[in-house]
């Protein structure tokens, strides 16, 4: 089992006593409703519609969403709370399942969606009685969203889609897909629209439950849309802004991916120095070793860097600024961040970090993903390289 990363002293400077009863809430929740089960859910999955059901009942899966749709309406410091807090979880699948409800499919449908969409779709998402799922990676079309190939095309009242998207992320799970395609064949970024899909809605089906190395208790599918016809009125936002409004969206899924890998690499440290303070090696425990201890507390040092990096980010988006650059960074360092704690701290547990019955090799599988999901590490640098003006 591992321990909680410690709070610093500079967390009293952005966090105050309802912060604290916020995340009280959510680790209870996590130690006694989520982390019990986890070895068992990475086995078979993890019950989303239960558990999303709970979250709802707290008030989780909205804590920045309009009141009038279910939310909290509180600021991006309490969302914060809430990431770091969720990510505590003991395994990376589970929260990324979350995420997706709360940062990835509705926060588009929240920002542009109609009044009737919101009522339909974002309000049950809160409350955790709906499961939601985003559609934009294809077979033929992953970090370049732009190379899509599913299409929308209007008939009278109606969109009527098709086309194929994969590695989608609650797709087994998921009430409705916000699915980005293609509404026009003109070249740009403005021939795409966001439009929600129902699950139940015929020609929409589910091709097959993907085998993944990682994030196991995560559920990702391949999906089929076959004349699938949908109301006009399903579409988030402007017609045709589709990819713009998507990559807006993918800024709050970035952003989670920073609390979500310092704290895991915060729990990770703890639970490698907590191992090797038992562990004797010829006569000494391994804590004992110099280069173990020089190891861990650079690790430590990087993390609270990412986490500060973070902070500041929080800071801008209360400010209401842009936030594209510093995310983009912070996604990119995050993800190698963690994947190389991981792979250290794994080499300290020896032989036992590789069975897959401990934890540390349930983090090292699943750590692999950040670099590829949500926009690969090369695709970080890709956009770096035109803000920076390279």
């Excluded at 399903?234 to 952003?255: A, D, P, S, V, W």
Aim: hydrophobic residues 40%; negative net charge.
């Amino acid at each position: 089992m591992g321990s909680r990363s410690s709070s610093t002293n500079s967390d009293t400077l952005y966090f105050n006593e309802e912060h604290d009863m916020l995340r009280k809430t959510i680790a209870d929740f996590v130690d006694k409703e989520i982390n019990p089960h986890m070895d068992k859910w990475e086995e078979g999955g993890a019950p989303l519609h239960e558990i999303f059901k709970k979250m709802g009942n707290l008030g989780l899966l909205g804590i920045r969403y309009d009141p009038r749709w279910g939310g909290q309406g509180l600021n991006y410091w309490f969302d914060l709370v809430f990431c770091e807090e969720i990510c505590h979880i003991q395994g990376m699948g589970l929260p990324m399942a979350i995420a997706v409800q709360t940062h990835m499919a509705t926060p588009a449908l929240h920002d542009f969606g109609s009044d009737l969409l919101k009522e339909q779709y974002l309000k049950p998402a809160v409350k955790g009685e709906m499961i939601a799922s985003i559609g934009v990676t294809e077979p033929g079309a992953g970090s370049d969203v732009a190379a899509l190939q599913t299409r929308a095309r209007k008939d009278g009242d109606s969109w009527v889609i098709n086309g194929t998207k994969t590695f989608i992320t609650n797709g087994v799970w998921a009430d409705y897909c916000v699915l980005l395609c293609r509404t026009d064949d003109k070249p740009g970024y403005h021939s795409y629209s966001l439009i929600l899909v129902p699950k139940n809605t015929p020609g929409f089906t589910l091709g097959k439950k993907l085998d993944k190395m990682g994030m196991r208790c995560s559920d990702t599918a391949l999906l089929y849309f076959d004349n699938v016809r949908v109301p006009l009125e399903n579409t988030i936002g402007e017609e045709g802004e589709g990819f713009i409004l998507q990559m807006k969206q993918f800024q709050h899924e970035r952003f989670y991916a920073l609390p979500g890998c310092y704290i895991v690499a915060g729990d990770v440290v703890n639970m490698t120095i907590d191992y090797i303070k038992q562990r004797v090696v010829f006569g000494k425990p391994l804590v004992a070793k110099q280069v173990l201890r020089f190891r861990l507390v650079e690790y430590i040092t990087e993390i609270e860097l990412l986490k500060q990096l973070t902070y500041h980010i929080v800071r801008m988006k209360e400010a209401g600024l842009d936030v594209t650059r510093e995310v983009t960074m912070g996604k990119l360092y995050a993800a190698r961040l963690v994947r190389r704690v991981v792979d250290g701290c794994l080499q300290m547990f020896g032989g036992m970090g590789f069975m897959n019955e401990t934890l540390i090799s349930r983090y090292y599988r699943d750590a692999r993903l950040i670099s590829i999901g949500g926009g690969a590490d090369e695709v970080m640098c890709e956009v770096l390289t035109r803000l920076e003006g390279l």
